[in-house]
């Protein structure tokens, strides 16, 4: 069975940082694509990043320069470093993997360990909050 296991989320005030790491089992790790998605309230799902299987990184233009994505085969986990952290990053933070996650940048709504896995294989999201 696949899972996604999200955790380090918390409240920060604007300018914070936040580590976000992602458990990955039930599948090989380090041959799959993997990233994070977030759904601030309100608005749809969006990709933030994503690592390939080929070692590529990808970012949304509102967190360059300030996320960082990576990934630690040896433990089947990925992490998100979030630095100069804003308000607009206040979201549901989703882990992914799977190719089939990142055929799309964006889902009106994230799915998640609970959704079938024709979208790929996600976590069950851990919430951000940064205040200013």
């Known amino acids: 069975e696949v899972q996604l296991v999200e955790s380090g989320g918390d409240s920060v005030q604007a300018g914070g940082s936040l580590r976000l790491s992602c458990t990955a089992s039930?599948?090989?790790?380090?041959?799959?694509?993997m990233g994070w998605y977030r759904q601030p309230p309100g608005y749809e799902c969006e990709m933030v990043s994503s690592i390939r299987s080929d070692g590529n990184t990808y970012y949304a233009d509102s967190v360059k320069g300030r996320f960082t994505i990576s990934q630690d085969n040896a433990k089947n986990m990925i992490y998100l470093k979030m630095n100069n952290l804003k308000p607009e990053d206040t979201a549901v933070y989703y882990c992914?993997?799977?190719?089939?996650?990142?055929?799309?940048?964006?889902?009106?709504?994230?799915?998640?360990?609970?959704?079938?896995?024709?979208?790929?294989?996600w976590g069950q999201g851990v919430q951000v909050t940064v205040s200013s």
């Open positions: 039930g599948f090989t790790f380090d041959n799959s694509d």
């Open positions: 992914a993997a799977d190719k089939r996650a990142f055929y799309y940048s964006a889902f009106d709504v994230c799915p998640t360990n609970s959704t079938p896995p024709q979208f790929g294989y």
